[in-house]
DNA sequence: CTTGCTTCTCCCGTTACGTTAGGTTTTATG
DNA sequence: CATAAAACCTAACGTAACGGGAGAAGCAAG
């Protein structure tokens, strides 16, 4: 009934290691009942009630520090440390979600393409993690509503839609330096345009609202890594402009004067 | 076009801390384009670049030793890589809900009963943390498509089921002691009875098997927790084989020698 | 008494930086 | 040009929860 164990019988029946033990005993969370003249630790099986103790509140996602408090405290406030671990808990369980979206969505692309360019493989692993900035900073731009729609599409959409984009993006990169009154190179500006309507939900005023607003974006004070280089992007600009000239949209010339 | 920027400039912009780009300098991570004779950095252009991978890397998961071997050996086998990532997020994620559900099921008790007892909390967490070791466990010894009907409840079952098991378990506590043949405990077992069935279908059966196999549990390497001391156990074996006899179920009664 | 197993106490290593401390360089201003 | 303020530098310790190794000592059996 009152047995004693040594450090190794104790470790094997309880399922940690003696390292643990031993540690734990350092730092004054769990000491051995009996201490024999030589140094050596025996336990009890009161010490088998404590260990489970810390178990499961590391199991918890406690740490030891807290574990100590509870335990010596005596005065278990569990409730609301609980809530407060459960809150902690859901979050990182959010922030594991994201990542799982982003590496399946890379998946997705590499599965239809064989390969990924490593430009574009950083800006949609950035939009997925900039997600809730992202939704901010353009809620300052287009409707609310706008915004939470755009998120809203389903899994299987937003993969498709991604793929498409990613797929784009890779030709277009490959076109850059061609003439960009091309029926090639207007072609992929189609292209990008259709699938921003299939998000925007078709209208070109939106995209009248953004190109206004890049004065703003420019020195932002964090910046948002886009697949292109500013070479690129100059020239993207420019078959972006032909083409909404085409359509009738009115684009203020403001040229990149710092 | 080919600016430079101070370390403080460069941190400001890319949203990382001067102490993290130090830090990645001195791994040989990220080293900044330029160094003055006076020691100071320099970063360009392309070493945003470079950051916005290691950013988008560390999103994922990937430790900065990884991640130090994928941008020097510049051939992105990410593929297999991503893949693995996923599986590594993926057991994460089930770990956490896992808790998350532990978390919850003990909320839902201390609403119900505003406190909880410290050895019913243990062996409610251990439950959940052992699953599936228990369900290992129990398909040695009761039919396999049973134990899958366990586990394969509704949520809200379970807590309810938890709940009220965990309140009788507090009853039993207190009633230690009383004679094992009043109505009130046979009552408390007759209860505690009626969660089993509820849970296992209705026949006593199994339950008779559990009993049977009783022997085997007692020296199992690793201890399970159980809710009750060696004490209240045996008085609680007492009341039970009380209530087993006047149901007819024949229990071969094997004292705990040894 | 020797062999072999268990245990003991240091003490270093791990990750990705945060945080001083104490000294130097660059920039801004009078 | 002198000096103050801002920015930057290196060096070194701290973090959480142990893992692992070195070298010494305890303990039971033959």
Redesign the interface.
Known sequence: ?DEKYSIGEFA????TTIRALRYYDEIHLLKPTLVSPSGRRYYSNND??QL??I??LK???YSLEKISEFLHLKD?D??DS??F??QE??Q??EH??R??R???H??HI?EDQGT?N??I??SL??NI?MEDEHKEWLKGLIPESTVEGLYDLSEEKQQELNTRTAILLTKMKEAVGKNPESDEVQGLIQQYMDIAEDVLGGSLELIQDLLDSQVEIEDD???F?SPFT?EEEEWLGKAMEIYLKRKGVVFNGDETSK
Chains 1, 2 share one sequence.
């Open positions: 009934m094997k029946k309880t399922g088998i009630i489970q103790k178990v499961a199991f918890l996602g278990w569990l409730k609980l809530a671990q459960k808990m859901v990182r369980k594991i979600e990542v799982i982003a590496l399946d890379a998946l590499m990924i490593s430009s493989f950083i692993i950035n993690q004070p964090v910046l890594p500013p």
